[in-house]
Nanobody, 129 residues
């Protein structure tokens, strides 16, 4: 049984920083793409950043240079360091994982909910002016 649990969301002023964490349990597949998605009210869920088992990363253009995705293999934790937060970063953030060996980090961008097998429940990030 694979479980993903996000934490670290909250409220922050524009320009501030937050670090999201996703604790992953029960994931025994040898390969992965793990990713952060976000969904703002009235908008589609979008892939923000992805990392695969070869260490490749991919980022949504809107967050490049501000967000950093990382995975700690020892603790099986996925993180998203978010700096320079902007009002438009306000959303529910979800972590996701998929064991398909054909997937790469770049497939996070433009991916839909159906493209990833495992999902967390989400953590809210609110950026205010």
């Amino acid at each position: 049984f694979v479980n993903l649990e996000e934490s670290g969301g909250g409220s922050v002023q524009a320009g501030g920083s937050l670090t999201l964490s996703c604790t992953i349990s029960g994931y025994t597949y040898p390969q992965y793409v793990m990713a952060w998605f976000r969904q703002a009210p009235g908008k589609e869920r979008e892939g923000v950043a992805g990392i695969d088992s070869l260490g490749r990363t991919s980022y949504l253009n809107a967050v490049k240079g501000r967000f950093t995705i990382s995975k700690e293999n020892a603790s099986n934790r996925l993180s998203l360091q978010m700096n320079g937060l902007q009002l438009e970063d306000t959303a529910m953030y979800y972590c996701a994982a998929d064991p398909d060996p054909a997937m790469r980090a770049e497939h996070t961008l433009g991916a839909s909910r159906d493209d990833f097998q495992f999902w967390g429940q989400g953590t809210q990030v609110t950026v205010s002016s």
